[in-house]
């Protein structure tokens, strides 16, 4: 299940407020707060104040892109252990094992479907500490 007793808060990183709200409206059911950010200035502060159960990152993004984010985000101690997702559109070759390497916990290719989505969020989650991040 993915109803917590505390809410989860989630950070959806893209810049679509068309794919932001789909995330939103897949997840509206299980209680989860979505928090939102659109790029990799608003991301990075976003992340550290709101310190999000889970993050779903774009690769590409403005000011510096996915990549860059995650390996921001590994580097700081309060974001340092928060799992990512690796959502994106993007299919260069190289790029899943890259994403995997800087700490991405899963690697999703859009569009993404309601079911994998919930089954990637439900895995990740269930995971104990030490194997997340």
Do not use: W
């Not at 299940?1 to 939103?24: H, T």
């Not at 000011?63 to 993007?90: D, F, S, Y």
């Amino acid at each position: 299940m993915l109803k917590p007793q505390r809410p989860l808060k989630l950070l959806i990183i893209d810049d679509s407020p068309d794919f932001q709200l789909l995330i939103k409206t897949y997840l509206e059911d299980f209680g989860i707060v979505c928090l939102f950010a659109t790029d990799v200035v608003q991301a990075t502060s976003t992340a550290v104040r709101e310190q999000p159960n889970l993050i779903l990152l774009d690769i590409g993004l403005p000011g510096g892109g996915g990549l860059l984010l995650l390996e921001r985000l590994r580097a700081n101690l309060r974001t340092a252990k928060v799992p990512v997702i690796v959502i994106t559109a993007q299919t260069t070759d190289g790029l899943e094992s890259k994403a995997r390497f800087q700490g991405a916990e899963e690697f999703l290719h859009k569009p993404v479907e309601k079911d994998v989505l919930i089954d990637t969020l439900r895995r990740v989650l269930s995971r104990p500490p030490t194997q997340q991040a």
